[in-house]
C-alpha cells in the first residue's frame, strides 16, 4: 500500500506566488475540512487522484485531490492529459447568482473546460459536493462576500 | 372607497391572539432542537401576487461556540405578470426581536404587527427595492391542528387562516402597487424536524376573485418522502367566517394530471440552483380533488401557471436539497354542501414539496 503523504492545508502552503482568489479558495478548501469534515469528505472522494488547471482571472493553479487539496500557483499553460477550467471572476458570481447556469455558462464559453469524459464527470460531482458543503458551512457567506469585493476591487 | 377596510371581528381578533403566537424554538433553553416555525401570508391582486414568510429555524450548523441559536431568514416572493423577484434574506440575531407568546416580529427593517385584530406587515427589501406596507383584516376564524404526524417521530402543528382582506401599497424598483381589498391567506407552522426527513406536502389556498362570494378553500396533503403513501388529507371549506365543511382522508380522492414545464422560473436562494436543476420540478400540469360525504360534494381544479423554487439544503447530510415549489394559478371549486350550491373561480397559490 503506497504510503499517504499529509498534506497541509491548502492555505498554509509557502507559495508567495498564490494571488487573492487562489488563497480564498485554499482558505475555503480548509474551512470546510474544519467546519464540515464531512463535507470535505464528500467532495475529495469524487475527485481523489485528479489533478486541474484552474485560470480564474489572471490567476492559474494547479490543484492535486488526494486526502486533502493542494493547491499551487501554476504555469497557465496547456499541460498535456491535465483538465483545465478557465474562467473569470464575473462569471462565477453570476453563476453563483443563477443569473447564469453552469450549462449555459459552459455553451458559452465563458467557462471554458477541457478534460476527458470520464474526468469531466467526477470534477462536476466534486463541484456539487463542494457547494452542497458551501451552503451548510458557516463561514462561507463571509468568504463570498469577499470574493465580490475581489471582483469589484481587483488587486 | 370601491374597497374600504374591514372592521375585524373582535371574536377572531381574541381567537388569533389565544393561538397565533411565536412558539420560538425550545432549544434557547436547552429543549429540543431542530425546532421550525413561520408566519406565512399571500395576497393576492390583480397583477401582483405576493408571498411573504417571517421564517426561524434552529442553526443546524451553528459556528464554534455558538448554541441554541435560531436563523431568522425572510422569504419574498412576488409575481407581477409572468415574472417573478424574490429572495431569501438572512438576518444576524442583534437585528431580529421576536418575543415568545407574542405575534409581533421585527427581522431587520421589517415587521410583522398584529394592531386591533389586522396583521401588519412592513417590508423592506434593498436587493429589488422592495417595499411594502399592508394591512391583512382576518375574514374568516382560524383553524389549528397540534402535533400533527409528518415523518417517523416527526410532528407539525399548524394553524391557518383561510382568508383575510389585503390593503397598502407594494413598491418594487420604484413602481407602486396599490393594493385594495385583495383577497389573501395566512399560516403558521411549528414543529421539530428536519429537511431531508421523511415526509412531503402538498399545501394550497384557494380564494374567490368575488369579494361576496362567502367561500374559501385550504387543501392539505402530507404524504412519505417518495410520494407513495399519503398519511393525511384534507379540503377544508369555510363559508363565511366559520368552516363549512371539512372532508377528510378518504373522502378525497385526488388527481394530479401532466407534468408542469416551464424551462426558467426563480429559484432562491440563487446559489441554490446549482443544485437543484430546474428539469427536476416534478409538478402536475393540473390537480384535481374529489371530495365527497353524503350528500355533500366538492370539486376543486387547479391549473398552475407559473412557479417559483425556494431550496432548502438538506440536514440530515451534507448533500441533498428539498423544494418548496411554489406554484401560482387558476382556481375553479363548484360543489354542493349541506343543500347549497357553491361555485368560485379565483387565484390558487399552491405548495408542493419534492425532494
Not at chain 2, 371574536?11 to 425550545?26: C, E, G, H, M, V
Request: net charge negative; hydrophobic share 45%.
Amino acid at each position: 500500500m503506497p504510503r499517504e503523504t499529509p498534506i497541509p492545508p491548502a492555505s498554509e502552503l509557502e507559495l508567495p506566488a498564490l494571488g487573492p482568489i487562489a488563497r480564498l479558495l485554499a482558505e475555503s478548501f480548509d474551512l470546510l475540512a474544519a467546519r464540515l469534515p464531512d463535507a470535505h469528505a464528500r467532495m475529495l472522494a469524487p475527485l481523489r487522484g485528479l489533478e486541474l488547471e484552474l485560470i480564474l482571472d489572471a490567476e492559474a493553479l494547479h490543484l492535486r485531490f488526494e486526502h486533502g487539496v493542494e493547491l499551487t500557483a501554476g504555469g497557465g499553460e496547456l499541460v498535456p492529459g491535465c483538465p483545465r477550467i478557465e474562467c473569470r471572476l464575473p462569471t462565477i458570481l453570476a453563476v453563483l447568482d443563477a443569473k447564469l447556469s453552469l450549462v449555459e455558462a459552459v455553451e458559452s464559453d465563458a467557462l471554458q473546460v477541457r478534460a476527458d469524459l470520464d474526468r469531466l464527470v467526477l470534477l462536476h460531482e466534486g463541484l456539487l459536493a463542494y457547494v452542497h458543503g458551501a451552503v451548510r458551512c458557516p463561514g462561507f457567506p463571509e468568504l463570498l462576500t469577499r470574493l465580490r469585493a475581489l471582483a469589484q476591487s481587483p488587486p | 372607497m370601491a374597497n374600504p377596510e374591514p372592521t375585524p371581528n373582535p371574536a377572531i381578533t381574541a381567537a388569533l391572539r389565544r393561538l397565533d403566537w411565536f412558539r420560538r424554538s425550545p432549544a434557547r433553553f436547552g429543549g429540543p432542537g431542530e425546532h421550525k416555525e413561520w408566519q406565512h401570508f399571500l395576497v393576492h391582486a390583480p397583477g401582483i401576487h405576493l408571498l411573504i414568510n417571517f421564517n426561524l429555524i434552529d442553526d443546524r450548523w451553528p459556528s464554534p461556540g455558538v448554541r441554541g441559536e435560531e436563523i431568522a431568514r425572510m422569504i419574498v416572493l412576488v409575481q407581477t405578470g409572468r415574472e417573478w423577484i424574490g429572495e431569501v434574506v438572512r438576518f444576524a440575531s442583534d437585528a431580529v426581536e421576536v418575543p415568545v407568546g407574542g405575534l409581533d416580529a421585527r427581522f431587520g427593517a421589517n415587521t410583522l404587527r398584529f394592531v386591533a385584530g389586522c396583521y401588519r406587515l412592513s417590508l423592506d427589501l434593498p436587493t429589488h427595492a422592495l417595499r411594502a406596507e399592508l394591512s391583512l383584516v382576518p375574514l374568516t376564524m382560524p383553524a389549528i391542528a397540534n402535533n400533527q404526524p409528518l415523518a417517523p417521530g416527526r410532528v407539525l402543528s399548524w394553524l391557518f387562516v383561510p382568508r383575510l382582506r389585503a390593503s397598502g401599497w407594494v413598491t418594487i424598483a420604484s413602481r407602486t402597487i396599490e393594493i385594495a381589498g385583495a383577497p389573501a391567506y395566512h399560516d403558521h407552522n411549528w414543529g421539530h424536524f428536519v429537511w431531508g426527513d421523511d415526509f412531503s406536502w402538498e399545501w394550497g389556498s384557494a380564494l374567490p376573485w368575488a369579494s361576496d362570494n362567502p367561500w374559501s378553500v385550504v387543501y392539505m396533503r402530507m404524504a412519505d418522502r417518495g410520494r407513495a403513501r399519503a398519511s393525511c388529507q384534507g379540503l377544508y371549506l369555510w363559508r363565511g367566517e366559520q368552516p363549512g365543511r371539512i372532508f377528510r382522508d378518504h373522502e378525497l380522492e385526488v388527481r394530479l394530471h401532466g407534468r408542469l414545464v416551464r424551462s426558467k422560473f426563480l429559484q432562491v436562494p440563487p446559489i441554490m440552483a446549482l443544485l437543484a436543476p430546474r428539469a427536476s420540478a416534478d409538478l402536475p400540469a393540473r390537480l384535481e380533488v374529489r371530495a365527497a360525504a353524503g350528500e355533500d360534494q366538492v370539486e376543486l381544479v387547479f391549473e398552475p401557471e407559473d412557479l417559483a423554487q425556494i431550496i432548502m439544503p438538506h440536514e440530515r447530510d451534507v448533500v441533498g436539497a428539498t423544494a418548496l415549489n411554489e406554484v401560482g394559478g387558476r382556481v375553479r371549486v363548484q360543489g354542493r354542501v349541506a343543500g347549497e350550491a357553491l361555485e368560485f373561480e379565483g387565484p390558487g397559490m399552491f405548495e408542493f414539496i419534492r425532494d
